[in-house]
Each structure stands twice: as C-alpha cells, then as structure tokens.
C-alpha cells in the first residue's frame, strides 16, 4: 500500500502460469498509532495494550502455493533474483504493491504460504506458521533468489527465524528500517507509522525490528471500509482504487497535526500504491517495503565505477 489510474483490473500471474511480464494481459497489476485526536498513541519501548474486537476473516481460498518469477519489464530479467513470501490473499494488487511485478526494475518470484491469511498474520499473531514460513523461503533459495522479503510488515516477528532458515539476507518487514530512519532525524522527531490494524501493532513487533527504542506515531486503516472489506476480511477480490486511496490519505491525515513528524513508514505492503499521495499530503520522506527492496537489489547488484 503512485500514479494509479482508476479502474485497474490487472492481477498478479497464477503459479500455473509462465513467465510474465507487465505486457501481458493476465498481470495485473492491518492501524497505527496516529497523531489523531481519537487515536493518538506513541510508543517509546513500553508495551501498549490496545482491545478491539478480533476481525473475522472470510477471504478465499488460494489453491496454489507458489507463483512464478515475473520479471517487471518488458526486457529479459537479468541480474540477482528477489523472493517473495506471500499471505494467502487474492484481491487485486495494483502497481506499486510488493505482489505486482510493474512494481520493480529486475525479476521477482513469488510463493503464498498456504493458509497463512491476514487474520492468522496480522490479528492473530499465529506462531504456528514459522514452519511454513521457513520453508517457503527455503523453497524460494532452491529456485535460486538473492533475498527473500514478504508481502506483510506483521511477519517481522518472524525475522530472526527466517534469517536463520537460509543462506541469503532475509528482511521480512518493512518495520526493520525504523532504527535507520530514526538515526536520520533530530532526537526530537518522531516516525509516523502507517499500519494496517493499529491494535496488532504491538511493542513486542517494534522489538523485533530493534526499534523499541525508537518513537513512533501509530494510525491504524483498520475503520476504513474498503481497507477492511478487501484487505483484511477478504470480502471482495477488486479493489475500488480512488476511495482506498482517500482512505489511506484520511489515515495519513492524523499524523499531520504531530508538529514532531520527521518520516513515514508504511508498515503495510498495500498503502505503498500511494506513498507519494502521503508524501505530498505530508510532506516528509516516506519508507516502506519497496524502498527496502530497492535497496537490498542494489547491494546485490553492484556494478564497476568508470
């Protein structure tokens, strides 16, 4: 969760498809702690508990476990191979979003953790899921990536375990760039943290990513309708794109009035569509899973100088 264009209908590649690329006609493309009078909250590295009713999930059945690699242009793929580890969702992913291969410069290849759904992930915080996780990441290392990231910035509490299931770098969040980002600003500022479902967000989340210390201004797009009904209760696989959109810029808007606002990272792999639209309304540097992606290519994809 720039540049979109209403009614995008494109989808991500099915597993048993070939190799695609943005040109083809089959690809297509849970709430933080915010400045919000009604929902402020800021964590400094104590716990926060936060009760809310629990999310019923309702979202289909993914029946493959694996998507192919897709490169993002139209060019052959060249150069080191990026895996994604992928909850078990099918509603559109637009450009922009970690699951739409126009997303990115160089080739990405996906697998879906069966079973492994929003509600597991992000409300339930289900442990149990380590396993598959691991070795989903151990499949995408057979099929020869560089690093493996997901497509959900909950999964931070399973970083030190994927990172130790395989030998290639493994940044499961989005989340793991809050010490940097901080390290960036004054001791004064704070980092705005857009999140799919505030209440989920726990400290024990920003311990993982080592970021306890770390202060930070939570908003939540849990109360926003097409977020909730798409996103996070799988009611409907089509995204209605303008009014998400208004959506995550009303989320964004409670942070505008926290005069300590340094940056925004986007927890959520799903606002990144519209990070520049919460850059402009916000008007501070804007992280998330893709620019952490990016970056991580990079280092794996170094060429000579002169």
């Known amino acids: 969760m720039t540049g979109l264009e209403l009614g ?10 070939p190799v695609l690329t943005p040109a083809d006609p089959a690809i297509a493309t849970p709430e933080p702690a915010v400045a919000s009078p009604e929902s ?4 400094t590295g104590s716990a926060v508990v936060v009760t809310e009713p629990a999310v019923v999930v309702t979202e289909p059945a993914v029946a493959p476990n694996a998507e ?4 993002a242009n139209t060019e052959p793929a060249t ?6 580890l992928c909850l078990e969702t099918t509603f559109t992913k637009v450009p922009g979003h970690i699951r739409n291969p126009a997303t990115f410069g160089f080739p990405v290849r996906y697998r879906v953790v069966k079973g492994a759904t929003p509600h597991r ?16 990441a151990q499949a995408l290392v057979a099929e020869g990536v560089a690093a493996i990231t997901s497509g959900c910035g909950f999964l931070v509490l399973f970083q030190q375990e994927l990172a130790d299931a395989v030998p290639v770098p493994v940044f499961a969040s989005s ?18 943290v857009l999140t799919a479902k505030q209440a989920s967000l726990t400290a024990r989340h920003l311990a993982k990513a080592g970021a306890e210390s770390v202060p930070v201004r939570i908003a939540g797009m849990e109360d926003q309708p097409e977020f909730r009904e798409v996103v996070l209760e799988g009611r409907r696989d089509e995204l209605d ?34 990070a520049s639209d919460v850059q402009r309304l916000l008007g501070v540097p804007v992280f998330d899973i893709v620019t952490l992606t990016n970056y991580v290519h990079a280092s794996l994809s170094r060429q000579p100088y002169g």
């Open 121 to 136: 992930v992000v409300t339930q915080h289900d442990l149990s899921l380590i396993e598959p996780f691991c070795e989903a």
């Open 241 to 274: 794109v303008p009014r998400l959109r208004h959506e995550v810029l009303t989320v964004a808007g409670r942070l505008a009035d926290d005069p300590a606002l340094g940056a925004v990272l986007l927890e959520c792999t799903d606002l990144v569509p519209f």
């Open 68 to 71: 192919p690699a897709v490169a």
């Open 175 to 192: 989340l793991v760039q809050l010490p940097l980002v901080h390290r960036m600003l004054t001791s004064r500022q704070t980092v705005g």
């Open 79 to 84: 150069g080191p191979v990026i895996g994604v």
């Open 8 to 17: 995008m209908t494109e989808r991500v590649v099915a597993p048993t498809e």
């Open 40 to 43: 402020a909250l800021v964590l």
